[in-house]
């Protein structure tokens, strides 16, 4: 295994942890509403969102070369762009800014969505084959 390939790995790894949270945060530390709600349909659509980044990630850390990586950080990164939007503009959340959805788990999910972002980039950027 090459450096820059075990370098893509550790930045997948982050990523897929990155994915894990966007799940564990609002479940743990700042917990959406239980009842069918704005924020608790956000929830649901972040799960799903989640599993595709960790599968994404899955994959690129079992491929064995560059290219498998690098293709699949695409569908990563758009999968980070719905982890913003879905909470931001498609779905919503709560309207009241007491609840923990609203002070907590928004700004939290459009931070880890922004660091999905990046480390998605960072390894399309990076996973690219070495020209002769």
Same mark, same amino acid.
């Given at each position: 295994?090459? /450096?820059?390939?075990?370098?893509? &790995? $550790?930045?997948?790894?982050?990523? #897929? ?5 966007? =799940?564990? =945060? @609002?479940? !743990?530390? !700042? @917990?959406?509403?239980? #009842? *069918?709600? %704005? ?14 980044? $960790? ?5 690129? =850390? ?6 498998? *990586?690098?293709?699949?950080?695409? *569908? #990563?990164?758009?999968?980070? =762009?719905?982890? $913003?939007?879905? @909470?931001?503009?498609?779905?919503? $959340?709560? /309207?009241? @800014?007491?609840?923990?959805? %609203?002070?907590?788990?928004? *700004?939290?999910? &459009?931070?880890? +969505?922004? +660091? ?7 390894? !399309? !950027? ?7």
């Amino acid at each position: 295994m090459s /450096g820059r390939k075990k370098t893509v &790995n $550790i930045i997948v790894a982050i990523e #897929a942890s990155l994915a894990l949270l966007v =799940v564990l =945060v @609002p479940r !743990f530390v !700042f @917990p959406v509403c239980e #009842a *069918p709600m %704005h924020c608790y349909y956000s929830y649901m659509a972040e799960i799903g969102t989640a599993a595709v980044i $960790i599968a994404a990630s899955a994959a690129s =850390v079992a491929a064995k070369g560059l290219e498998a *990586p690098r293709m699949l950080s695409v *569908p #990563a990164f758009v999968a980070g =762009v719905f982890v $913003i939007l879905y @909470p931001s503009y498609l779905i919503g $959340i709560c /309207g009241s @800014p007491q609840m923990a959805c %609203h002070y907590g788990t928004m *700004p939290v999910w &459009n931070l880890l +969505g922004g +660091g999905i972002l990046l480390l998605s980039a960072a390894v !399309f !950027f990076m996973a690219r084959e070495e020209s002769v």
